[in-house]
């Protein structure tokens, strides 16, 4: 008898989850995307720049002490090459470049605590986790896909009267989601307009929203000689990397990013490289204490920028995450 009841209101159960309606597409999603859709360029990218850009200045500002961060970065070998570089402006963000300088000697001197030679070198540079910023920006790619999606079936002129236009790789992960009749008028649009776009717009409608930062070739920091040969690569990063500056003003010194380092036979130097980085990182840490006098030397200044450098290198090709499964969109 109570079987009997449980089966019918676990059937009725399943009837009614089967006719529930889609859950409504969240309001303040909604109005950020037309809000998107309002000006030039790909909505999601926009929103995803933006989130980008409110992340790495928060992190620096609030979690560099925070142990957890730390764990996890550790985990993570830090931040994918794009999201390392992206330290410099998020730096300037919150107008110190300590917090940088923390994240980044905590690793280093893990990479050099446990990595007695290059095989360990190699194995420490296999991130067990993936780069956080790309992790919570592909969870918010999601949800911008299905509200977009949503909208889009809702309000299908957007697409036909809005200045904004998704990118290519956004626009493909899209269509799938939407009727065809959505994918023609995208198609239509772009024909139209890519003959006014300038270089820069054509390059972020083909791959993908610019980085946020790229090295800046005219400055170096230092110079990985083998970053430096690296023939170019595909995708997203390469394209934009194709466009930054490349002028070497003066000559810098050289040393190895630690993806090339260890591959370098006989691979020695590294360490030795590595303890006088860790060196001037803890001197320009020091020099923060308002107890400090004195002065830093031009490449204790410049530590926590050599320290974005030593991990990820200036191309996107031997970081740890990009040595074993180069960058896509
Ligand atoms: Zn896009
Ligand atoms: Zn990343
Ligand atoms: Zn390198």
């Not at 992960?173 to 890519?194: G, I, V």
Request: with cysteine; hydrophobic share 45%.
């Amino acid at each position: 008898m109570v079987e009997g009841v449980q089966q019918r209101a676990l059937e009725l159960f399943r009837r009614l989850a089967r006719q529930a309606p889609r859950p409504a597409l969240d309001r303040w999603l909604a109005a950020r995307l037309r809000e998107a859709f309002a000006l030039p360029g790909c909505p999601l990218c926009r929103l995803l720049e933006e989130k980008e850009r409110r992340l790495l200045p928060a992190l620096l500002w609030e979690q560099v002490n925070d142990p957890a961060t730390a764990a996890r970065l550790v985990a993570s070998r830090g931040f994918c090459w794009e999201h390392a570089w992206a330290l410099v402006p998020a730096g300037a963000a919150v107008h110190s470049h300590l917090g940088v300088a923390l994240l980044l000697e905590r690793l280093l001197r893990d990479a050099y605590r446990t990595c007695p030679d290059q095989a360990a070198l190699d194995d420490w540079l296999r991130p067990r986790a993936p780069c956080p910023v790309c992790q919570w920006l592909a969870e918010a790619e999601q949800t911008l896909l299905q509200g977009a999606a949503e909208l889009l079936r809702h309000d299908p002129l957007l697409l036909r009267t809005q200045p904004g236009l998704p990118c290519r790789p956004h626009a493909a992960a899209l269509f799938p989601l939407l009727p065809a009749a959505l994918r023609r008028t995208w198609e239509a649009r772009c024909t139209a307009a890519c003959a006014t776009w300038a270089p820069d717009d054509q390059l972020a409608h083909a791959f993908g929203r610019r980085p946020w930062a790229l090295p800046v070739f005219s400055q170096p920091p230092e110079h990985c000689p083998d970053c430096s040969a690296a023939p170019s690569g595909d995708g997203r990063l390469w394209q934009w990397l194709g466009t930054a500056e490349r002028v070497v003003a003066q000559p810098a010194p050289a040393e190895q990013c630690l993806g090339h380092a260890c591959q370098t036979v006989p691979g020695e130097r590294w360490r030795s490289d590595l303890r006088q980085l860790l060196d001037d990182l803890a001197a320009f840490i020091a020099a923060h204490d308002y107890r400090f006098r004195g002065a830093l030397t031009p490449a204790q200044r410049t530590s926590w920028l050599r320290a974005i450098a030593r991990l990820v290198g200036t191309v996107p090709a031997a970081g740890a995450h990009e040595r074993r499964a180069p960058p896509t969109v």
